[in-house]
């Protein structure tokens, strides 16, 4: 395993990981609670709560965090040269917000 | 040999269960990254108001899709039980108890494969 990645990382990645065990089992357990796929109307209506449209965002946030940070530790024990780890990282960063941003715009069109 | 070709022979030759959880920890997480990108894009289908959204969500509620979701699970839990393994051996400093610990992870893991098969099917 690669050191370079530092502390902060580590251990962002493990309570990350922690949040991640119960925001996914929260998932889980409310969309697979009834048989079949969700109706929009049933997404709707639990997207009417700043509650859930809370933990949703928090959730994707955290996910996104956790996973491309999984990638990069990875991509680390490659021992790719400086300029692709840059450009790697950058690339890291723009698919992470770009995909917060699609999350958020996904979320906001959900209309009761 | 390349580099890939080079960490698949590190992999094989020190076949243990260390190595092995590990790798497949790095496989699920690499997998998980890229359904949550399919999810994003599955979902994306609500820009088309809510026939595209109902629609793109029934593409999964057949057989194929049900073993697609099955799978999702069953990686899933793993990454989650093995995360949480990991999290407890470098918090609590339970090295000497690891294995012991991938062991207990993976009957918790079978126990909800079978609760996944009921469940999904």
Same mark, same amino acid.
């Given at each position: ?48 709560? +700043?509650?859930?449209?809370? $933990?949703? &965002?928090? *959730?994707?946030? /955290?996910?996104?965090?956790?996973? @491309?940070? #999984? %990638? ?10 400086? +300029?692709?780890?840059?450009? $790697?990282? &950058?690339? *890291?960063?723009? /698919?992470?917000?770009?995909?917060? @941003?699609? #999350? %958020? ?8 | ?121």
């Amino acid at each position: 395993m690669n050191t370079r990645t530092g502390l902060w990382p580590w251990l962002l990645q493990r309570l990350s990981g922690l949040f991640l065990s119960a925001g996914v089992l929260i998932h889980f357990l409310t969309l697979h609670g009834s048989s079949g796929p969700p109706s929009y109307a049933e997404v709707a209506s639990r997207l009417t709560s +700043p509650g859930w449209v809370s $933990f949703y &965002l928090i *959730l994707l946030a /955290i996910l996104i965090y956790h996973g @491309l940070n #999984g %990638l990069w530790a990875i991509s680390l024990d490659f021992n790719t040269p400086g +300029p692709f780890r840059k450009g $790697f990282k &950058l690339t *890291l960063y723009l /698919i992470g917000m770009g995909t917060f @941003l699609a #999350g %958020l715009m996904i979320l906001n069109s959900f209309k009761p | 040999m390349g580099i890939f070709g080079k960490i698949i022979n590190d992999i094989l030759w020190n076949l243990n269960t260390s190595i092995s959880s590990f790798t497949l920890h790095r496989i699920t997480g690499i997998a998980l990254v890229l359904f949550l990108f399919l999810h994003v894009w599955t979902l994306s289908a609500v820009f088309q108001g809510v026939e595209g959204f109902e629609k793109a969500v029934s593409k999964f509620n057949n057989p194929l899709g049900h073993a697609m979701e099955y799978t999702l699970f069953l990686a899933v839990t793993f990454h989650l039980l093995n995360g949480l393994r990991i999290t407890l051996v470098e918090f609590l400093a339970l090295a000497p108890q690891q294995e012991r610990l991938l062991w207990a992870s993976l009957v918790i893991l079978g126990i909800m494969g079978l609760y996944g098969v009921i469940l999904i099917f």
